[in-house]
């Protein structure tokens, strides 16, 4: 009977241990850490049969078993930012460019359906440097945009970094308030013959005009890509 006395205290001692430390973890957890797991035991209940003899002993519970396919993710505690749809659009669906061809054109539209009325709000293009089949530089890229007020193309900068330098190298933008859209048209050419190879055009909505010190999740405001085809035979 003592013996019985003693597990059965044992047992309720791991279940309020176990009760605090869960509830002393969710407390300290701080906001980086990633997502906890949640484990669902399965316990599996002895076929022992119990002994019919009074002086019996209480058999402590049984261990329970962990099944791996039931480990899950708990879901992100923070929302998704609503943000500016960007959709680049040119024909085909995508930018077939030859070196010494004409310009190929396409145009990009920002509208605002979040609940934030931006001051200042422009495109930026950019593009990874490619090291197997050359990179930007040589196939000589060059991007123009249309002022629609002086009714001429404008030389327009293409920010080749695999890093968020667009969103820093962005300037000028104009007032985008909610609800409402804009749409500017781009052409690109190329005046290398070679390489050939395809890459993405990454084109964004940033917020221009914040402070230096401002981080780049405060400068996105959107971003799409538009598949781009070098020197395609």
Wanted: some cysteine; charged content about 20%.
């Amino acid at each position: 009977m003592r013996r019985a006395v003693v597990v059965v205290v044992g047992a309720a001692l791991v279940v309020g241990l176990a009760a605090c430390g869960e509830k002393d973890g969710g407390a300290g957890r701080k906001a980086s850490e990633p997502p906890r797991v949640t484990l669902t035991p399965t316990v599996t209940p002895s076929t022992t049969a119990p002994s019919a003899s009074p002086s019996a002993v209480a058999e402590p519970s049984p261990t329970p078993s962990v099944s791996r396919s039931s480990l899950k993710p708990s879901a992100p505690s923070r929302p998704v930012r609503a943000q500016v749809t960007v959709t680049p659009v040119t024909k085909g669906g995508r930018l077939v460019v030859r070196g010494g061809g004409a310009a190929q054109e396409f145009a990009v539209t920002l509208r605002n359906d979040t609940r934030r009325d931006y001051a200042r709000l422009a495109v930026g293009l950019a593009m990874e440097p490619s090291w197997e089949e050359g990179g930007p530089a040589d196939w000589g890229l060059r991007a123009e945009r249309w002022d629609p007020a002086a009714g001429r193309w404008r030389a327009a900068d293409i920010v080749v970094a695999g890093d968020v330098a667009v969103l820093y190298q962005t300037v000028g933008g104009t007032a985008l308030p909610r609800g409402t859209e804009r749409t500017v048209r781009y052409r690109i050419k190329a005046t290398g013959p070679r390489p050939m190879g395809s890459t993405w055009l990454a084109v964004y909505a940033v917020v221009t005009g914040l402070p230096e010190e401002a981080p780049a999740e405060a400068r996105l405001a959107g971003h799409s890509r538009l598949p781009v085809d070098i020197n395609a035979r």
